[in-house]
């Protein structure tokens, strides 16, 4: 009889808590993707951790994005520019 090796350790789903940024995040961009879209009024945007190549957060779209005045991609590339 074969032995079965559990896989689910290596396959890491969900969230997860990111000391770096203080909140939580998520191992993959659709597992953000997948929680943004059960808040689409709060109009967040799946961002990679600026610390942690391995973890994706959510964002809050700032007022000048929601009023149009930026785009979201033009504000997130500023956003990341003075982050680094
Ligand atoms: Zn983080």
Not at 16 to 45: I, L, N, S
Request: with cysteine; glycine share 6%.
């Amino acid at each position: 009889m074969k032995h079965r090796k559990a896989l689910t350790h290596n396959r890491p789903t969900g969230k997860v808590y990111c000391p770096d940024c203080g909140k939580y995040g998520f191992h993959t961009r659709k597992d953000a993707k997948r929680m943004e879209k059960q808040y689409p009024e709060e109009q967040m945007r799946p961002y990679r951790c600026p610390t942690a190549d391995d973890i994706w957060h959510l964002g809050h779209l700032p007022a000048v994005v929601r009023q149009g005045e930026m785009s979201a991609d033009e504000w997130f590339d500023t956003a990341a520019e003075v982050a680094q």
